[in-house]
């Protein structure tokens, strides 16, 4: 999915009674349904303009909200649930699954790729594993047969625990007992011309080493930063160095030119009382800034001169998942399509008393049929490093990685 650049810089948002600039930037957005309050979909299109969204990430293929999103020129990514893995062996079942929820809603609403199953290779399942590469070459062979597939591609989303090693990023490689299985998915990236799609979370390793992870670091706030001892490359925020580290570990399989995108990256809002981070403040820091350095069109130390295309997660704090108070307040927007916080880009400062404009207040209170629930649990996280002086850090951005993914039954 190569998804075209988006542009406003000559447009303006209207947010709380102010002109403001939109965003000069790609910028995508998660949009998770684990709620019972969430407002409609026709609701939710200001709130995706408002913040200068053009690309939407869902995690199936809600037909109320790709209906609502027609005609609006936003680019989806449409999921295909973990539980359908094994069902797309079947050329007919695709070919049904790809006719009601894709072609069903083209050209209208833009769907320019599918992500097929979420952080599988780290469920440590050998039949979800070997059901993956199947269902992703028959969902893009439907896509051919009906003469999509240069419209839509085919793809699927990483967890950063794919990973064995990350420090420093230019050592960056995937975990060997994985190797197996994930070349013949980077060689179907590379054959269908899609993505390579990672999960990245700064927030988990700051959770996990607070002492000894500087908190500007993680948030993208000025710091003297680390230099990566082999290239002499300066990295200035933990996102930065991950996203160097997968580079390297593609590099080392012979996949140099793959793109890469992240499919989710955020900040929780509130936590527990282990959950050290996960404030306001923070959240505002992480997600301004963030878009922020989109908008400058700034690349990482590696890849200086490619653009960031960066999904945040969320859309919406999401008050049925499970877990962690962190895992309910991910949201840019409370379910009453308030901030969850000020923004703080662009000059944008929202009260959170405010209604965007353009948002009825109506709620939607029952929990769509068709939303999967297949990303149940955000990413947690450990980090390690071998000093505390920051000056001296030796960073790892998720050297080792475990887990805690989706907490539901697969089917």
Same mark, same amino acid.
């Given at each position: ?52 969204? @053009?690309?939407?990430? $869902?995690?199936?293929?809600? &037909?109320?909200?790709?209906? !609502? =999103?027609?005609?609006?020129?936003? +680019?989806? %990514? ?80 990483? @967890?950063?625990?794919? $990973?064995?090693?990350?420090? &420093?990023?230019?050592?960056? !490689? =995937?975990?060997?007992?994985?190797? +197996?299985? %994930? ?94 981070? !996960? ?133």
């Amino acid at each position: 999915m190569e998804l075209s650049k988006f542009c406003c810089s000559s447009l303006v948002f209207l947010i709380s009674g102010i002109v403001l600039p939109a965003v000069v930037a790609a910028v995508g957005i998660n949009y998770g349904q684990i709620a019972n309050n969430l407002p409609s979909p026709d609701d939710v299109v200001p709130l995706v303009r408002s913040i200068g969204a @053009s690309r939407v990430k $869902l995690y199936d293929a809600d &037909p109320r909200v790709l209906r !609502a =999103f027609a005609n609006t020129g936003v +680019e989806f %990514i449409v999921g295909l649930g973990n539980e359908y893995l094994s069902k797309m062996r079947d050329p007919d079942k695709a070919l049904a699954w790809v006719k009601a929820n894709v072609q069903a809603y083209l050209p209208e609403t833009n769907i320019t790729c599918i992500t097929v199953g979420n952080e599988i290779l780290t469920f440590n399942d050998t039949s979800l594993n070997d059901n993956l590469l199947p269902a992703m070459q028959g969902v893009h062979a439907v896509l051919v047969n009906l003469g999509l597939d240069k419209q839509v591609s085919v793809t699927t989303a990483h @967890s950063l625990a794919i $990973l064995e090693t990350s420090y &420093p990023p230019s050592a960056g !490689a =995937f975990r060997q007992d994985l190797i +197996e299985c %994930i070349t013949p998915i980077l060689n179907f990236n590379v054959k269908t011309g899609s993505p390579f799609l990672i999960n990245a979370y700064p927030f988990f390793a700051y959770k996990a080493n607070p002492k000894q992870v500087p908190i500007d670091f993680v948030l993208f706030q000025p710091n003297q930063g680390v230099v990566d001892p082999d290239t002499n490359l300066h990295y200035d925020n933990m996102l930065f160095a991950q996203i160097d580290a997968v580079y390297s570990a593609l590099a080392s399989l012979g996949f140099k030119k793959l793109p890469v995108q992240i499919s989710e990256t955020g900040w929780p809002s509130k936590g527990d009382e282990d959950e050290t981070g !996960a404030t306001i403040e923070n959240a505002k820091k992480y997600n301004g800034n963030l878009i922020k350095l989109m908008s400058q069109k700034r690349g990482t130390p590696m890849r200086p001169n490619s653009d960031l295309n960066i999904y945040v997660f969320a859309l919406f704090n999401e008050n049925m998942k499970p877990g962690p108070t962190s895992e309910r307040n991910y949201g840019l927007f409370k379910p009453d399509g308030t901030p969850a916080y000020p923004l703080g880009f662009s000059g944008i400062e929202v009260s959170s008393n405010t209604t965007t404009p353009g948002y009825s207040g109506n709620v939607n209170v029952t929990q769509p049929a068709t939303s999967s629930t297949g990303y149940l649990s955000i990413s947690s996280a450990t980090v390690k490093f071998s000093s505390t002086d920051f000056s001296n850090i030796r960073l790892l951005c998720h050297a080792h990685l475990s887990y805690l993914i989706h907490r539901r039954k697969i089917i």
